[in-house]
């Protein structure tokens, strides 16, 4: 098998989205005197159908195309591949029509119709994905699968998908074949112990793969799909299609891209020297930590510099999240603060005892939710002045 067998499946399956997005169009213009809610009801009736049909002929000729791929692998165990029953979930559709419909007093005619075809594109071809990989699951000669990316660019989600290689059926998740309205992603089987495709390289998505849950591991993250897809948008911003450059600075000019890269480069550094406990104590966030937007103005301003050292610790102090605190052998939250919780926190005793302080500053100390804390400050009555740092005063870790 090479990539251009695997290009011809998506072009069959590109090819019944686009006559389904034509049909849509059709069917839209025909119903163009109706009152909103005769074309609501019309909807309903119409839209599922004209999708299902165009689903079942990426359906078949997903069929075909496995039928195909089967014999040329020379496979001989009796198998008859069939087309999936429920190709369509109805009540995707009743939303993608509720969708258009509320969309058209609110952004416009052509906006709706666009809801409709691309929700119909999307449907179509991941049709056709889904009876894919249900040959393959039910296949008793059991191959692998892996979802390929077939065009010139490809997104973040597909990349995670692709950099996870051939899998079998036990190894799938419910999301295996999702995908957006103009994904070329095709699913394909292998019935050999070292799968080939002649034409595509899976290294490069496998390599991107594996970056973006090690740098979450790092984190204390999980690294489920849609955090993996995210952090493969982040850290690779050309080869993803829908990538996005991450911030050099601070929206407030505090913090710099490459103060916290190197402060996390430290912080990884020194954790490999002691793997003890590693699981407790975690990698500042490649995020670019903002200066919180809901802020109270009536009170001394946090900077973004000064929230990501209270948070996760920067030049010799703080680190004071939950996870953080091993890297100054600072005090912890409790693990179940998270920045908002901190925040309140030192609003609540800001509003209770704030007083001018010169400016050197003062530090408030109360209890918020059973937990002592901290707040350092400078004010002098006049200036708005500055958040210095929040810290608990015992450790909770």
């Not at 996870?164 to 957006?180: C, L, W």
């Not at 995210?230 to 690779?236: G, N, Q, S, T």
């Amino acid at each position: 098998m090479d990539i251009g067998d695997v290009k011809k499946l998506a072009a069959a399956n590109r090819e019944a989205a686009r006559i389904a997005s034509d049909r849509v169009g059709q069917l839209w213009e025909s119903l163009e005197a109706l009152d909103t809610d005769t074309l609501r009801e019309t909807l309903l009736e119409l839209y599922p159908r004209l999708v299902e049909e165009h689903a079942e002929m990426a359906a078949s000729a997903a069929v075909e195309w496995y039928e195909d791929a089967r014999t040329a692998a020379g496979i001989t165990a009796q198998y008859s591949p069939e087309i999936p029953a429920n190709l369509i979930e109805y009540p995707k559709t009743t939303r993608v029509v509720e969708e258009a419909v509320a969309a058209i007093d609110q952004r416009g005619r052509e906006i709706a119709v666009k809801i409709l075809q691309q929700r119909a594109k999307q449907l179509v071809t991941s049709a056709g994905r889904e009876t894919g990989a249900s040959l393959a699951r039910r296949d008793p000669s059991e191959p692998r699968y892996a979802r390929v990316p077939t065009g010139a660019t490809t997104c973040a989600w597909c990349i995670m998908w692709a950099g996870r290689g051939f899998i079998y059926k036990n190894e799938e998740t419910a999301r295996f074949t999702r995908s957006h309205s103009d994904c070329d992603c095709q699913i394909v089987p292998s019935w050999s112990s070292n799968p080939l495709i002649r034409g595509y390289n899976p290294h490069g998505y496998e390599a991107m793969y594996q970056a973006a849950k090690e740098d979450l591991l790092l984190e204390g993250a999980l690294g489920d799909e849609k955090s993996i897809a995210a952090r493969i948008r982040m850290l690779f911003a050309k080869e993803a299609s829908d990538g996005h450059p991450v911030p050099n600075a601070s929206r407030d000019g505090t913090l710099q891209r490459h103060t916290l890269e190197a402060d996390r480069k430290s912080a990884i550094a020194v954790l490999k020297q002691q793997p003890k406990d590693r699981e407790k104590r975690l990698i500042p966030p490649r995020a670019m930590t903002q200066a919180p937007q809901e802020w109270p103005e009536d009170l001394p301003e946090i900077r973004a510099m000064t929230l990501r050292h209270i948070l996760y610790g920067t030049k010799g102090g703080g680190g004071h999240l939950h996870g953080y605190g091993w890297r100054f052998d600072g005090s912890e939250f409790p693990k179940s603060w998270d920045e908002t919780h901190i925040l309140q926190a030192a609003e609540e005793l800001l509003r209770s005892g704030i007083t001018p302080t010169g400016p050197k500053g003062a530090k408030l100390v109360g209890e918020y939710d059973g937990i002592k804390i901290a707040v350092v400050y400078s004010y002098d009555g006049v200036k708005r002045g500055k958040i210095k740092s929040i810290y608990p005063i015992r450790a909770t870790r």
